[in-house]
């Protein structure tokens, strides 16, 4: 997994060829050190501003993804060896979010396209404009979950899947996958995963499930800083903005259980993964999505 313990910003500076001065302020990251990630954010501020006063930026140096997304690590989940099975950060809008080793998360967004229960409705007006008894129709099967349970039938694998506020959400519990592997993002794309998510698992070597509901679905705004925090100030400023957050999130749910396919099987050290995203979710609670 692409992750770092410590972050911070730093400044580099040039100057061109009319003495024009550039400064550059970068993150820099570090699993050592917070030193350690200061040295990476000045090597890296000062090469940008050298490159922009060249004018010959290499854009394959900083390209997205092939560095550890700026996410602060909040908690670990061990995995009895060196490296953690999963650990739990915080997104760039201040959603938590749950990276993952080798326990796939599918993220689906697709929209419904209708409303069942309004096509009935309708057909039971019609009909009693003829005087007649309207059986009610049978509901047409969901098109997304029959897709994921045929995957999961062609795959011997055991999925547990979840509605969203934009989509589905599935797990396979039964089996282990490396996340930038290409049998995972063969399997990803046969369940139709959405492609940017397809992406960031292969560049950032995890399964990614978002935890707590997006803020502007609650009415929220964004946090009104970014981390890494350059001053205390800043820190104390989004600490009040996540104690609103947290506050209002908890009146929603990210996503909500609805079945599984090919048995519960679960896979060694996925147990407490799984109650743990279904806690932190609120997927058996009665609330809205988002």
Not at 133 to 155: C, F, M, S, T, Y
Not at 170 to 190: C, D, K, M
Not at 241 to 247: M, V
Request: charged share 20%; glycine share 8%; aromatic share 8%.
């Amino acid at each position: 997994m692409k992750l770092a313990k410590y972050w911070t910003r730093e400044s580099g500076e040039a100057t061109g060829a009319d003495g024009q001065l550039i400064r550059v302020v970068s993150r820099g990251w570090s699993n050592e050190s917070l030193e350690a990630a200061g040295q990476l954010a000045r090597d890296t501020a000062r090469r940008l501003a050298e490159a922009l006063v060249s004018g010959g930026i290499e854009r394959s140096q900083y390209l997205y993804g092939q560095r550890p997304l700026p996410e602060p690590v909040l908690q670990e989940f061990s995995s009895g060896g060196g490296d953690p099975a999963a650990v739990v950060t915080r997104n760039s809008y201040g959603a938590l979010v749950l990276n993952v080793r080798d326990l796939m998360f599918v993220d689906i967004d697709r929209e419904e396209a209708s409303a069942p229960g309004a096509a009935v409705d309708l057909i039971t007006s019609v009909l009693s404009l003829f005087g007649k008894a309207a059986a009610a129709p049978k509901a047409p099967a969901d098109p997304v979950l029959d897709g994921i349970q045929r995957v999961a039938e062609r795959n011997g694998l055991a999925v547990r899947v979840y509605k969203t506020a934009a989509g589905y959400r599935a797990i396979v519990t039964n089996a282990h996958f490396e996340a930038a592997g290409r049998q995972s993002e063969a399997l990803l794309q046969e369940f139709g995963a959405d492609p940017l998510y397809v992406k960031m698992c292969r560049m950032q070597e995890s399964f990614r499930a978002r935890l707590t509901p997006k803020p502007w679905r609650c009415r929220l705004g964004l946090p009104p800083v970014s981390f890494p925090f350059l001053t205390p100030q800043e820190e104390s400023r989004f600490a009040a903005w996540e104690a609103n957050y947290s506050s209002t999130a908890s009146r929603y749910a990210t996503c909500r259980y609805l079945t599984t396919f090919g048995g519960v099987r679960i896979g060694p050290g996925f147990e407490d993964l799984i109650a743990y995203h279904d806690q932190k979710t609120n997927t058996g609670a009665s609330l809205p999505l988002a």
